[in-house]
């Protein structure tokens, strides 16, 4: 109970967490999901949220233990895909553009630390997850 509590708390310190608790646009837990070359691709997104050009941001909370943030952007890169299929899955369901997925390490020794997956990475790791994902159904 008290690590759940402690990685809760940690959660509502994040910077992005914080922006969009206040947007008033965010939503939790959200199931998304997509087909791609025939093969089903879904998953839950932690938390999203509206920005205010009308793109969305998707927030995913990580538990690994990561000491700085070059840890936590190497321990990130495996989780990549991950944020891109949640955007994937998000665009097509509403139509509107991810433009930034944000995993937050909740486990540092003082505050949570943030990788971001934007721009050229994020249309990159998309790119890979509909390779993968459409190769499935052949």
């Keep these: 109970e008290a690590e759940v509590a402690r990685l809760a708390a ?3 310190r994040a910077e992005t967490v914080v922006a969009a608790l206040g947007s008033g646009k965010a939503k939790r837990e959200l199931y998304v999901a997509t087909e791609i070359g025939g093969t089903v691709l879904d998953g839950y997104v932690d938390l999203c949220f509206g920005e205010a050009d009308g793109s969305l941001t998707v927030v995913d909370y990580k538990t690994d233990s990561v000491a700085c943030p070059a840890e936590a952007a190497a321990k990130a890169a495996r989780y990549e895909l991950q944020a891109a299929s949640y ?9 509107r553009p991810v433009r930034r997925c944000v995993l937050v390490f909740l486990s540092p020794p003082r505050q949570p630390l943030e990788h971001e997956v934007t721009g050229a990475l994020l249309q990159q790791r998309k790119e890979e997850v509909r390779a993968l994902v459409g190769g499935l159904g052949r």
């Design 10 to 12: 940690a959660g509502l």
């Design 87 to 95: 955007a994937i899955c998000l665009e097509e369901a509403t139509g």
